[in-house]
Nanobody
Framework: QVQLVESGGGSVQAGGSLTLSCTTP????????ISWFRQSQGKKREGVAA????????YYADSVKGRFTISQAGDSNTVTLQMDGLMPEDTATYYC????????????????WGQGTQVAVSS
């Protein structure tokens, strides 16, 4: 069974930074998209950022543009999400997802999901 493993969550103050990592069991090029979603209590899961592995195109939610960066790490099985300028509204559980099976990158219609990692931003 495919397992995506997230790491790097934690607690920071507003304005701080965190780097999340998603490790896949196969090279990331084996998946069409590697994406990050987040979900806070009482809210729907929302797409944060995506990496299209075929051409390294990146996509971002408007709420994180200019603050978050998704990229392929040096390790061919890892994608990172660099989060700068964190705000309290970024507080959520962040999930890695692989292999888009649906309409667009920001819909939670992926084949594989990780267990999630918590991010808490205090004001």
């Amino acid at each position: 069974q495919v397992q995506l493993v997230e790491s790097g969550g934690g607690s920071v103050q507003a304005g701080g930074s965190l780097t999340l990592s998603c490790t896949t069991p196969r090279p990331t090029e084996d998946y069409n998209y590697i994406s990050w979603f987040r979900q806070s209590q009482g809210k729907k899961r929302e797409g944060v950022a995506a990496l299209r592995t075929s051409n390294r195109s990146t996509y971002y939610a408007d709420s994180v543009k200019g603050r978050f960066t998704i990229s392929q790490a040096g390790d061919s099985n890892t994608v990172t999400l660099q989060m700068d300028g964190l705000m309290p509204e970024d507080t959520a559980t962040y999930y890695c997802a692989a292999d888009l099976a649906g309409r667009a990158w920001n819909f939670p219609e992926y084949v594989y999901w990780g267990q999630g990692t918590q991010v808490a931003v205090s004001s």
